[in-house]
């Protein structure tokens, strides 16, 4: 059976800093497979400008960390990590984090698409990211290194 979508949540957006990433920290050991060092996390305080915390009644119930680099002699936003509680998945939560994080494209119009990749096994995440424009366009073998199945898709959305 599949899940309903709820009423959409009045979500506010904060700046990712070093006073809260281990908001961060937490938030992706909770829902996401890969454990990041603290090298990443550390790194992720570079790219600030283009990274939001999502709150729903001042508690931290998702977020998105982008980066802007160079692809292909393109300038693209990558999606490193992207993350809502889930309990508060299907209130709108993923929708609004990626909705902020188009807003970086629209501001910079040197940034011609965003991307990301995105485990092989976890359809519920390539289905969320295809309604939303994203199209599939290569499959990585072996790309993890510590999660099973090891494999992901390079999703890309112009």
């Known amino acids: 059976m599949a899940e309903t979508r709820r009423e959409k949540l009045n979500i506010s957006f904060g700046a990712l800093n070093d006073k809260n990433v281990e908001q961060l920290r937490i938030l992706n050991q909770v829902c996401l497979p890969v454990q990041y060092s603290e090298k990443f996390y550390r790194m992720v305080l570079q790219y600030t400008a283009t990274s939001r915390f999502a709150f729903f009644n001042d508690i931290v119930v998702g977020a998105i960390t982008t980066r802007v680099e160079q692809r292909n002699n393109e300038t693209t936003l990558y999606i490193l990590t992207f993350t809502v509680l889930k ?35 976890n359809d519920v995440a390539v289905a969320f990211y295809q309604k939303r424009g994203f199209e599939i366009v290569q499959e990585l073998k072996g790309y993890y290194k510590d999660i099973s199945p090891p494999d992901c898709y390079l999703l890309r959305r112009k």
């Not at 209130?91 to 629209?106: C, N, P, R, S, W």
Request: charged share 25%; glycine share 8%.
């Open 87 to 121: 309990p508060y998945r299907k209130f709108g939560v993923g929708g609004t984090l990626l909705d902020e994080a188009m807003k970086i494209i629209e501001k910079d119009k040197s940034i011609t698409s965003i991307y990301l990749h995105v485990q092989t096994s």
